[in-house]
């Protein structure tokens, strides 16, 4: 499961302003899609509506065919895991903070989903801030393995659809690709991917959505796109 589709969806935070006029789209099981657009556009308010933070103003938003609407927040918050932009490290081992999205995972699922994260060199490492009575420092990871981190936390939960938004985020190049990889292996396991702002991941993305103003002025592959243009 995991297809994701917006039909017509106009939104407003309050009625002086309309922030999308209708969207529609679908993300089919499995597949990435890549939200893209100037600031202000509507990218993140797409994930929020998805997550049910706020409820659309007309038309539906549908996972696999069921109006999320008629889906407890338990189910939905279940069926879609947050990649976070900041994401918080706790004081245990790499190892421990990825097992954090599952208690009851196994030794071998939580190295399973660091590798899909392209996080398994770090598993033993103790993360900044951690310091022992023995003077154990801990490392400081960049903004791109704490994301891995997340990632792989996400993995560990499986969850069918996956949400990545990139509001303010800028990383270099090395660390996109990475990201990158691990968010390819995620999809190749059927999982479906939404993510907002990421420029450099579009070309790898199965649909692009550019969004100028709270409508879609131009969706399809990456292939599609340039020809146009
Ligand atoms: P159906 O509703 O039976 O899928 P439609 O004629 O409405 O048939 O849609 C044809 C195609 O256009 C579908 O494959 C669907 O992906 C896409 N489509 C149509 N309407 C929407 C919509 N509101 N949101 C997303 N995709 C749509
Ligand atoms: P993007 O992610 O593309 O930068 P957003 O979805 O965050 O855009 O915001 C779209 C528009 O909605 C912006 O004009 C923003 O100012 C407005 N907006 C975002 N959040 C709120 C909110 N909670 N209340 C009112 N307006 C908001």
Same mark, same amino acid.
């Not at 499961?1 to 939104?11: D, P, Q, V």
């Not at 006029?21 to 993140?44: L, T, Y």
């Not at 004081?91 to 030794?107: L, P, V």
């Given at each position: 499961?995991?297809?994701?589709?917006? /039909?017509?969806?106009?939104?407003?935070?309050?009625? /002086?302003?309309?922030?999308? /006029?209708? !969207?529609?789209?679908?993300?089919?099981?499995?597949?990435?899609?890549?939200?893209v657009?100037?600031?202000?556009?509507?990218?993140?308010?797409?994930?929020? #509506?998805?997550?049910?933070?706020?409820? !659309?103003?007309?038309?539906?938003?549908?996972?696999?065919?069921?109006?999320?609407?008629?889906v407890?927040?338990?189910?939905?918050?279940?069926?879609?895991?947050?990649?976070?932009?900041?994401?918080v490290?706790?004081?245990?081992?790499?190892f421990?903070?990825?097992?954090?999205?599952?208690? @009851?995972?196994?030794?071998? =699922?939580?190295?399973?989903?660091? %590798?899909?994260?392209?996080?398994?060199d770090?598993? %033993?490492t103790?993360? =900044?801030?951690? @310091?022992?009575?023995?003077?154990?420092?801990?490392?400081? #990871?960049?903004?791109?393995?704490?994301?891995r981190?997340?990632?792989?936390?996400?993995?560990? %939960?499986a969850?069918?659809?996956?949400i990545?938004?990139?509001?303010?985020?800028?990383?270099?190049?090395?660390?996109?690709?990475?990201?990158?990889?691990? #968010?390819? +292996? !995620?999809?190749?396991?059927?999982?479906?991917?939404?993510?907002?702002?990421?420029?450099s991941?579009?070309?790898?993305?199965?649909?692009?959505?550019?969004l100028?103003?709270? +409508?879609?002025?131009?969706?399809?592959?990456?292939?599609? #796109?340039?020809?146009?243009?």
């Amino acid at each position: 499961g995991g297809t994701i589709r917006f /039909e017509h969806i106009g939104f407003s935070y309050d009625p /002086e302003r309309q922030i999308l /006029e209708d !969207v529609s789209f679908e993300v089919p099981a499995g597949k990435m899609v890549a939200i893209v657009g100037p600031s202000g556009a509507g990218k993140s308010t797409i994930s929020r #509506l998805l997550l049910r933070f706020y409820d !659309v103003t007309s038309g539906r938003i549908t996972i696999d065919g069921q109006d999320i609407r008629d889906v407890t927040q338990a189910s939905l918050r279940a069926a879609i895991g947050v990649v976070p932009q900041d994401t918080v490290l706790f004081n245990d081992t790499i190892f421990y903070n990825i097992k954090y999205g599952r208690h @009851d995972a196994t030794d071998e =699922e939580v190295i399973a989903a660091a %590798k899909m994260a392209q996080i398994d060199d770090f598993v %033993k490492t103790l993360p =900044e801030g951690y @310091d022992t009575m023995v003077g154990e420092r801990g490392l400081k #990871l960049s903004g791109g393995e704490k994301q891995r981190v997340a990632i792989a936390r996400t993995i560990l %939960k499986a969850p069918p659809i996956l949400i990545l938004d990139e509001a303010t985020s800028a990383l270099d190049s090395h660390t996109e690709k990475e990201i990158q990889d691990a #968010l390819d +292996r !995620v999809s190749k396991d059927r999982t479906t991917v939404v993510i907002a702002h990421r420029l450099s991941t579009i070309i790898h993305a199965d649909t692009i959505l550019v969004l100028e103003a709270g +409508r879609i002025v131009e969706q399809g592959t990456h292939a599609e #796109l340039i020809t146009k243009h």
